[in-house]
């Protein structure tokens, strides 16, 4: 599996019945992939299957890419969120102001699985799973990557405290690195997160790109797969 592949559809009212059915299909499928993406890891720490939530306001999507003779995965699953007439980014009155930590989605934090070593942006992450967040630095993203998986009673991290900061906490974090901005050709409505590759894909290929869309904003990172 590669690509990426967003957990949501529109419909038509006389459409409603069949979408309902595709978007069980969907979520199955879904579940079953990152289930087995789990099981197949040895590294693998957290219950891939409860980050679904179902909530199609900002529907379940992953973004996956494999490298190497043994197929090494790496995959981000991340709540896809919609701009709905909203300021997110940069300036007064922005949902995620300057100078703030983003859980880079909605709902839980968005998670990072890699089978392989990585180099991402100069930052070394070793195989494992991570959650992601992004410092926005009044438009200069920098790209978090964090250990914590899991709350203290063993779920899913949650996006965000009851106070709404996020719940990245600096003492776990493996480090963080700047991302290349820019902006989409036109506004992108639902945050979109992709790994794509920066050579032809054959075995040795190790380059690739993790890039961000959201509203007005682009950001980019390139890593390679040690």
């Given at each position: 599996y590669?690509?990426?592949?967003?957990?949501?559809s529109?419909c038509s009212?006389?459409?409603?019945?069949?979408?309902?059915?595709?978007?069980?299909?969907?979520?199955?499928?879904?579940?079953v992939?990152?289930?087995?993406?789990t099981?197949?890891?040895?590294?693998?720490?957290?219950?891939?299957?409860?980050?679904?939530?179902g909530?199609?306001s900002?529907p379940?999507?992953?973004t996956?890419?494999?490298?190497?003779?043994?197929g090494?995965?790496?995959w981000?699953?991340?709540?896809?969120?919609?701009?709905?007439?909203r300021?997110?980014?940069?300036?007064?009155?922005?949902?995620?102001?300057d100078g703030?930590?983003?859980?880079l989605?909605a709902?839980?934090?968005?998670?990072?699985?890699?089978?392989?070593?990585?180099?991402?942006g100069?930052?070394?992450v070793p195989k494992g799973?991570?959650?992601l967040?992004?410092d926005v630095?009044k438009?200069?993203?920098?790209?978090?990557?964090?250990?914590?998986?899991?709350?203290?009673k063993?779920q899913?991290a949650?996006?965000i405290n009851?106070?709404?900061s996020?719940?990245?906490?600096?003492a776990?974090e493996?480090?963080?690195t700047?991302?290349?901005?820019?902006?989409?050709?036109?506004p992108?409505?639902?945050l979109?997160i992709?790994?794509?590759?920066a050579?032809?894909?054959?075995?040795?290929?190790?380059?690739?790109?993790?890039?961000?869309?959201?509203e007005?904003?682009?950001a980019?990172?390139?890593?390679t797969?040690?």
């Amino acid at each position: 599996y590669e690509g990426v592949a967003p957990f949501n559809s529109l419909c038509s009212f006389r459409e409603v019945y069949s979408c309902e059915r595709r978007r069980s299909v969907k979520r199955i499928a879904l579940a079953v992939l990152l289930v087995a993406c789990t099981i197949t890891s040895a590294l693998g720490q957290i219950n891939a299957s409860r980050l679904i939530t179902g909530n199609q306001s900002s529907p379940e999507a992953i973004t996956s890419i494999h490298y190497g003779p043994e197929g090494k995965l790496i995959w981000i699953f991340y709540h896809a969120p919609s701009v709905k007439g909203r300021h997110i980014f940069n300036g007064a009155g922005a949902l995620q102001p300057d100078g703030t930590i983003w859980r880079l989605g909605a709902d839980d934090a968005t998670v990072l699985h890699t089978d392989a070593d990585l180099d991402i942006g100069g930052l070394a992450v070793p195989k494992g799973e991570y959650t992601l967040y992004v410092d926005v630095d009044k438009g200069n993203w920098k790209l978090i990557v964090n250990k914590q998986l899991t709350d203290g009673k063993g779920q899913a991290a949650g996006g965000i405290n009851r106070d709404g900061s996020t719940t990245n906490n600096p003492a776990t974090e493996l480090g963080r690195t700047a991302m290349t901005m820019g902006k989409p050709a036109s506004p992108v409505e639902m945050l979109r997160i992709a790994l794509t590759r920066a050579e032809a894909a054959t075995v040795s290929a190790t380059r690739g790109k993790l890039e961000i869309a959201w509203e007005n904003v682009t950001a980019s990172v390139p890593f390679t797969v040690k």
